[in-house]
T-cell receptor, first 114, second 113 residues
């Protein structure tokens, strides 16, 4: 069964550094998402992306965050200047032809800010 | 603001038991509701998606029901097995919030052999 793949599985970064989290969505999917889960808390929506632009973002997704689909397969989340509170598990998800379809999630990247 | 609540937070049952996990949401104007399974340190595996017009969905030993008007969904697991041990999350997509999912806190299920 096709999968959403995320790299790296674990990223350790110094506070203030930039970090890029990478995702390869399922190949024929059109809608892409980033969510995060701080340890012990709920999964929270960050941003959705369709047709090469952001379609929706949450209040968490401030100017420090950006997303990009640099080619036909990758979908990236960049955090420009990381803070301690950015430490979380970051999940990428994708959906096929319409947002009423199920969202399929990757295994996540655990981001640890020191 | 949509709030999603799952009860109980944790559940421990002996193998073979049938069980029900509960999910409630405050805003009934939803497009759909999705149940996920999350294993420790892993991602979310989609189990079932129920559209707002549907009452239930079944996949193998799993059956999810939806009562949109009362803001409730249940996930029924028949003949539970130790391999079912995981955290189960429900998430809703609102009619008014694009395609974002709003998640509950999850129910941590342990099935004892």
């Amino acid at each position: 069964e096709p999968e959403v793949t995320q790299t790296p599985s674990h990223q350790v970064t110094q506070m203030g550094q930039e970090v890029i989290l990478r995702c390869v969505p399922i190949s024929n999917h059109l809608y892409f998402y980033w969510y995060r889960q701080i340890l012990g808390q709920k999964v929270e929506f960050l941003v959705s992306f369709y047709n090469n632009e952001i379609s929706e973002k949450s209040e968490i997704f401030d100017d420090q965050f950006s997303v990009e689909r640099p080619d036909g397969s990758n979908f990236t989340l960049k955090i420009r200047s990381t803070k301690l509170e950015d430490s979380a598990m970051y999940f990428c998800a994708s959906t096929s032809w319409g947002p009423n379809q199920p969202q399929h999630f990757g295994d996540g990247t655990r981001l640890s800010i020191l | 603001k949509q709030e999603v609540t799952q009860i109980p937070a944790a559940l421990s049952v002996p193998e073979g038991e049938n069980l029900v996990l509960n999910c409630s949401f405050t805003d009934s104007a939803i497009y759909n509701l999705q149940w996920f399974r999350q294993d420790p340190g892993k991602g979310l595996t989609s189990l079932l998606l129920i559209q707002s017009s549907q009452r239930e969905q079944t996949s193998g030993r799993l059956n999810a029901s939806l009562d949109k008007s009362s803001g409730r969904s249940t996930l029924y697991i028949a003949a539970s097995q130790p391999g079912d041990s995981a955290t189960y999350l429900c998430a809703v997509r609102l009619e008014t919030s694009g395609s974002r999912l709003t998640f509950g806190e999850g129910t941590q299920l342990t099935v004892n052999p």
